[in-house]
Every structure is written in structure tokens, then in C-alpha cells.
């Protein structure tokens, strides 16, 4: 079974020389063996997987501040998240993938964003949606916490105050990248909240 029509990883926009060289084109090597896959319609079980993921990530209801509306827009007919089966944020951590932590993280939500964190099943993503997720932003003082990378391992950093929902689109794009190129999810990759 072929997998999309994608041609190679540089497509995916994974590789650096990609972005530092973005008409290099690839490698024989890939060249043969991805025609050799696109011809025979073969893939391995693992790119099967990530594709079917890439397909059925579904988020985790969960929004923080002022980012979270920005968020919310993204099921509207003119985002249109469900062209990605993504459209059903579940209310339970346990049938969610994906937690978008759109907002500032108060010292007193870090406990429950990890509880439902925790009670997510692997594999498990994470994107942190605007500046104060992934840095605190603004709030600079004892009541925030400074990134929500201090408290569970993230995958994708979305830049913004706050992000408008077509960087939110680029930010799950970019993971679907990630998770059809076989990047392990953060958890795998990072020692700290994981
Ligand atoms: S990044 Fe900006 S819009 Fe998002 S939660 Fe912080 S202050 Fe609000």
C-alpha cells in the first residue's frame, strides 16, 4: 500500500538542507528507493501507522486564556481541522492524542494540565500555542509558569500573541511531519517531564 503521494522526507520539510538549501533535490539513493515504493506500492508497517495517526489525532479539550479562542476557530468551516480527522476534541484525556496548551500555565493548573496529561495514552503530542505556553510571554512573574516545557515534554512551539489559527494549522502540519517522518513523540526523546 503506497502511502499519499508524498515523494521522499525532504518533503515532509524535515531535513535541513532542505531549509538551508530548499532547491537541493534528493539524494539517487532515495530517488530509487522511493519510486521503487511508489511503483510496487509497498510501505512498511511503521509509515502505515504514522499515516493512520497522522489521520486520527485527535485533541484534548482543554484551553487555557486567550489563545484557546483562537484555537476553538479551528473546527469552523474556514479551518477546517476535520480535513485532518481532527475535528473531535474529546473531553477525555484517555481518548485524546493531542494537548494543545493554548494559554498562560498558572503555578496552581500546572498539577491538573500533568494529571491530564498523565491520563493521556501513548503516543501522545503536544503543541504549545502562543507565547506564554511556550515561554510564559508577558508573565514574567512567580504566578506563571515560564514554558510549559517545564512540566511535560513538548513536541511543537507555536509562536504568537496570540497565534492566529493558520499558525496553529502550520503547528499541527509540522507534527504530522514529525510523526510521518518516524520522529518519536518529545516524551521519547526528552529525560525531563517526561
Ligand atoms: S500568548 Fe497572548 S493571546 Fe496567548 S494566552 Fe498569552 S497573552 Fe493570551
Known amino acids: 500500500m503506497a502511502v499519499g503521494k508524498k515523494k521522499r522526507l525532504a518533503d515532509y520539510g524535515l531535513q535541513s538542507e ?3 538549501w530548499p532547491t537541493k533535490g534528493p539524494g539517487a539513493f532515495e530517488q530509487e528507493v522511493e519510486s521503487l515504493e511508489q511503483r510496487l506500492g509497498l510501505t512498511t508497517l511503521e509509515k502505515a501507522v504514522a499515516w493512520s495517526q497522522t489521520k486520527s489525532m485527535w485533541p484534548a479539550t482543554f484551553g487555557l486564556a486567550c489563545c484557546a479562542i483562537e484555537m476553538m476557530s ?3 468551516s474556514r479551518y477546517d481541522i476535520a480535513r485532518f480527522g481532527m475535528e473531535a476534541f ?3 484525556p484517555r481518548q485524546a492524542d493531542l494537548m494543545i496548551v493554548s494559554g498562560r500555565v498558572s503555578q496552581k493548573m500546572a498539577a491538573p494540565l500533568r494529571q491530564i496529561y498523565d491520563q493521556m495514552l501513548e503516543p501522545k503530542w503536544v503543541i504549545a500555542m502562543g507565547a506564554c505556553a511556550s515561554s510564559a510571554g508577558m508573565f514574567n512573574n512567580y504566578a506563571v509558569v515560564q514554558g510549559v516545557d517545564k512540566i511535560v515534554a513538548v513536541d511543537i ?6 497565534p492566529r489559527p493558520e499558525a496553529l494549522m502550520e503547528g499541527i502540519i509540522r507534527l504530522h511531519e514529525r510523526v510521518l517522518a518516524g520522529i518519536p513523540p518529545a516524551y521519547e526523546m526528552r529525560q525531563v517531564a517526561s
Not at 157 to 162: A, E, F, R
Open 157 to 162: 512551539y507555536v509562536p504568537g500573541c496570540p
Open 18 to 20: 532542505r531549509l538551508l
Open 90 to 92: 474529546r473531553s477525555s
Open 74 to 76: 479551528i473546527v469552523s
